[in-house]
């Protein structure tokens, strides 16, 4: 019998994944205040990495330190920042065989802010721990309680993408096997091509394509400084929910034009860009968007959203909705998924040698 799909093999870029599910990048507001991570990373990832999927991605990552969503928010912008990660994957490495990437960031607008558990509310930017938000426009997210963000000029522009290309540089020293760029959830990158958060005048706003301009500006300066055998993709919203915004025609247009930049893959999400989104949300509310961009493009396209039973995930899979699942919140409920995804569907997982003997009788060819 034939393995299901959703543990075929999958190539993103040069890179081979052995089976289709992807741990998603998720924010963990647990670094040391100065965008370095910290045991809780060596714990979480490590946890992560022994899971069985395909490929681990690191949560958004700032490309400088106004970059953060919050001041706990991982960064890879310092030489701190880089040594902070050198034991986390090495012990990774050590144990687990799993490919590894890291999602880039910036977050634009919505930076500044107090941890999830601590309100999550935009930090003033004379408070302690807050600073002064940059954007495309000087438009907040939350107009009536929230420090508007300096509109970027053609020096700040010059500077968030000599991050992006900073950050990229210090992610293939760190050996990463892959690169995503976050271009969704309302954060910078997003932030240019919704007209909802970008009316800029100049040559950056307006027309889409000129909304396109600085998003595909950052990836084609990160591609050109990483080794051609390490895939970049970017993850992106397909829609924001909300009258006037970015939508899925949009997002087509720049799948398309990302895949003629040379982009490995694309990573379907969708929403965060305004509080007036009014999403329709239930079990695979996002794949139809995962759909209609693998329709339009080449390069394989993952789907994400309340993806969470194992026939769930192998049906979008074999049916060519999308290449491959990315999960989040189920993970961190079930840090095994990709094992018991495997079992129920009579497929294979890798598992450590130190956990060989907690395979159960009745699926003794789980482990292979």
Same mark, same amino acid.
């Given at each position: *019998?034939?393995?299901?799909?959703?543990?075929?093999?999958?190539?993103?870029?040069?890179?081979?994944?052995?089976?289709?599910?992807?741990?998603?990048? *998720?924010?963990?507001?647990?670094?040391?205040?100065?965008?370095? @991570?910290?045991? %809780?990373? *060596?714990?979480?990832?490590?946890?992560?990495?022994?899971?069985?999927?395909?490929?681990?991605?690191?949560? +958004?990552?700032?490309?400088?330190?106004?970059?953060?969503?919050?001041?706990?928010?991982?960064?890879?912008?310092?030489?701190?920042?880089?040594?902070?990660? $050198?034991? &986390?994957?090495? /012990?990774?490495?050590? %144990?687990?065989?799993?490919? &590894? #990437?890291?999602?880039?960031?910036?977050?634009?607008?919505?930076?500044?802010? @107090?941890?999830? %558990?601590?309100?999550?509310? !935009?930090?003033?930017?004379?408070? +302690? #721990?807050? %600073?002064? /938000?940059?954007?495309?426009? =000087?438009? @907040?997210?939350?107009?009536? /309680?929230?420090?508007?963000?300096?509109?970027?000029?053609?020096?700040?522009?010059?500077?968030?993408?000599?991050?992006?290309?900073?950050?990229?540089?210090? =992610?293939?020293?760190?050996?990463?096997?892959?690169?995503?760029?976050?271009?969704?959830? #309302?954060?910078?990158?997003?932030?240019?091509?919704?007209?909802?958060?970008?009316?800029?005048?100049?040559?950056?706003?307006?027309?889409?394509?000129?909304?396109?301009?600085?998003?595909?500006?950052?990836?084609? =300066? &990160?591609?050109?400084?990483?080794?051609?055998?390490?895939?970049?993709?970017?993850?992106?919203?397909a829609t924001d929910w909300a009258d006037g915004g970015w939508d899925i025609d949009g997002t087509v247009?720049?799948?398309?034009?990302?895949?003629?930049?040379?982009?490995?893959?694309?990573?379907?999400?969708? +929403?965060?860009?305004?509080?007036?989104?009014?999403?329709? $949300?239930?079990?695979?509310?996002?794949?139809?968007?995962?759909?209609?961009?693998? /329709?339009?493009? #080449?390069?394989?396209?993952?789907?994400?959203?309340?993806?969470?039973?194992?026939? !769930?995930?192998?049906?979008i899979v074999s049916t060519g909705d999308a290449d491959a699942v990315a999960l989040a919140r189920a993970m961190l409920f079930d840090p095994r998924w990709p094992w018991h995804a495997a079992a129920h569907?009579?497929?294979?997982?890798?598992?450590?040698?130190?956990?060989?003997?907690?395979?159960?009788?009745?699926?003794?060819?789980?482990?292979?």
């Amino acid at each position: *019998m034939p393995s299901p799909a959703l543990f075929q093999p999958l190539k993103l870029g040069e890179l081979t994944l052995p089976n289709r599910i992807v741990v998603a990048p *998720m924010c963990q507001y647990s670094a040391d205040g100065e965008g370095s @991570a910290t045991d %809780w990373h *060596m714990i979480h990832l490590g946890n992560l990495a022994l899971s069985g999927a395909g490929l681990l991605i690191l949560e +958004a990552s700032a490309v400088t330190a106004d970059g953060r969503i919050s001041p706990d928010d991982l960064g890879l912008y310092s030489d701190a920042n880089q040594a902070a990660l $050198v034991p &986390v994957l090495a /012990t990774i490495r050590r %144990w687990s065989p799993m490919p &590894v #990437g890291v999602q880039l960031a910036h977050a634009g607008r919505k930076a500044s802010c @107090a941890a999830p %558990w601590a309100g999550g509310k !935009q930090i003033a930017p004379d408070a +302690a #721990g807050g %600073w002064q /938000t940059v954007a495309p426009s =000087a438009l @907040a997210f939350q107009p009536d /309680t929230e420090q508007p963000p300096l509109a970027l000029d053609a020096a700040g522009l010059a500077r968030i993408r000599d991050g992006f290309v900073a950050a990229a540089k210090r =992610a293939v020293a760190l050996g990463f096997d892959l690169i995503e760029l976050h271009g969704a959830h #309302g954060y910078l990158l997003h932030e240019f091509l919704s007209p909802l958060s970008n009316v800029r005048e100049d040559e950056y706003g307006g027309s889409p394509e000129n909304r396109l301009r600085f998003p595909l500006e950052v990836f084609d =300066a &990160v591609r050109a400084v990483v080794p051609a055998g390490v895939p970049v993709g970017v993850r992106v919203s397909a829609t924001d929910w909300a009258d006037g915004g970015w939508d899925i025609d949009g997002t087509v247009a720049f799948a398309q034009a990302l895949e003629a930049c040379g982009c490995a893959y694309i990573h379907v999400s969708s +929403a965060g860009l305004t509080p007036e989104q009014k999403i329709a $949300v239930g079990p695979n509310y996002q794949v139809p968007f995962a759909r209609a961009v693998r /329709t339009a493009v #080449g390069i394989p396209v993952i789907a994400v959203g309340l993806i969470t039973e194992y026939e !769930q995930a192998e049906a979008i899979v074999s049916t060519g909705d999308a290449d491959a699942v990315a999960l989040a919140r189920a993970m961190l409920f079930d840090p095994r998924w990709p094992w018991h995804a495997a079992a129920h569907l009579g497929a294979q997982v890798h598992a450590p040698n130190q956990y060989l003997r907690s395979q159960p009788r009745r699926f003794k060819d789980l482990f292979g």
